[in-house]
């Protein structure tokens, strides 16, 4: 008989190291199965039941995953961000489309052997968004799930095609099946802004600049910052980003209209990060250097997304604004970090 358990890809990564926490905080008994192609830190790998240091593009490797566990949820976190897929576009189509097919089949085949569903939460991006200058993206404001989606990195490409591949195996995979089966694929996507953690620094991302920038200030390194001060994105602190994941786990799927939700929690300009990181680290040496084609990046990514589906359907409510999220959690949670 196989094992029930949870399965989270990408374990290794920021939202990994946060999730896998909170989840065996919150149930001390909860089976994590956790896959990276790094292997977890031994903190992390104590908290799981099986840690595997493989790849999501190993179809032998997904196989036996399949033969020896039942899984009720998948976190799928594993992905190559924005930057990265950018300098190997290949790449990241490779692990970013065909590695999420790979755990949607793994989903739905499960799915259809016990006869239940099989949740699936895929954390999708703002990336997602193209807006064609800054004049325009100013003027939008807000976006809105279904405003603007014409991405213009490889990374936003993937994550939209994504979202689709996960609405269509939520709501018709395999439709003219003579016999439906009993179970499907209950897909659930989030789309992140930019992330921001106390504990682990991003990597590979066009929104790095803003975690970037407190981690060295909080080491006391130079920073050079690859956008211009009055660059905006939305931005979320990494504890509001575990919450929305667990909170759409849990919520049951009839009281959701669609199959993925924006959620914020603030907007904020590279300066506004400076101020609140020279305030907290007087010391801090910052110069702002564009990189012009970043900058391009993230002038076609919204300043702000309209989450008020999220909050009306599942309750959705960040509990940290920016001024919250530096002086309660990031200020005080990296001064200790790096004190040690
Ligand atoms: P991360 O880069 O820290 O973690 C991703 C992890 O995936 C890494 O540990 C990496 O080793 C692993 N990985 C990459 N390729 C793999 C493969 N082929 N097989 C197995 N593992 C592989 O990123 P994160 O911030 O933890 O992001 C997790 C998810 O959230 C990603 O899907 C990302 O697109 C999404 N997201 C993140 C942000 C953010 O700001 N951090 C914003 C929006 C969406
Ligand atoms: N923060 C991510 C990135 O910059 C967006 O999903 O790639």
């Not at 190997?88 to 989903?107: F, M, Y």
């Not at 095609?161 to 395999?174: H, T």
């Not at 979320?236 to 929305?244: E, K, L, S, Y």
Request: glycine share 6%; with cysteine; charged share 25%.
């Amino acid at each position: 008989m196989s094992t029930k358990a949870v399965l989270i890809t990408g374990a290794n990564g920021e939202i990994g190291h946060g999730l896998i926490a909170r989840l065996t905080e919150q149930h001390p008994a909860i089976r994590i199965v956790a896959i990276d192609v790094h292997p977890l830190s031994e903190e992390l790998k104590q908290r799981c039941h099986e840690t595997i240091a493989g790849d999501i593009l190993d179809r032998v490797l997904i196989d036996r995953l399949a033969a020896f566990y039942d899984f009720e949820t998948i976190y799928h976190l594993a992905a190559i961000l924005s930057t990265k897929a950018e300098r190997e576009p290949v790449l990241g189509h490779r692990v970013n489309v065909d590695g999420t097919l790979n755990l949607l089949e793994l989903a739905a085949r499960q799915a259809r052997a016990t006869g239940e569903n099989v949740k699936f939460l895929f954390p999708s991006s703002i990336a997602v968004y193209g807006l064609p200058d800054l004049e325009t993206k100013m003027r939008a404001g807000k976006l809105k799930e279904a405003d603007w989606l014409v991405p213009r990195t490889m990374y936003g490409v993937n994550k939209y095609y994504c979202e689709q591949l996960g609405r269509y195996y939520n709501w018709y995979y395999r439709q003219i099946d003579p016999q439906p089966a009993a179970g499907h694929v209950d897909f659930r996507s989030l789309r992140f802004p930019g992330l921001i953690s106390a504990v682990t620094l991003p990597t590979g991302g066009t929104s790095d600049y803003g975690p970037e920038m407190m981690h060295m200030a909080a080491q006391g390194k130079a920073y050079d910052c690859f956008v211009t001060e009055n660059a905006t994105l939305p931005f979320m602190a990494m504890p509001d980003a575990i919450n929305a994941l667990l909170k759409l786990e849990s919520v049951p799927a009839k009281q959701l209209t669609q199959v993925v939700y924006n959620i914020g929690a603030f907007s904020v300009s590279a300066k506004n990060f400076y101020d609140v990181i020279k305030t907290a680290f007087p010391q801090a040496q910052v110069q702002f250097k564009p990189d012009p084609l970043r900058q391009k990046i993230v002038e076609s990514w919204p300043a702000d997304v309209d989450d008020s589906l999220a909050r009306k359907e599942w309750g959705w409510k960040p509990e940290y604004d920016f001024t919250r999220a530096f002086n309660e959690y990031l200020i005080p949670a990296v001064k200790k970090q790096y004190r040690k």
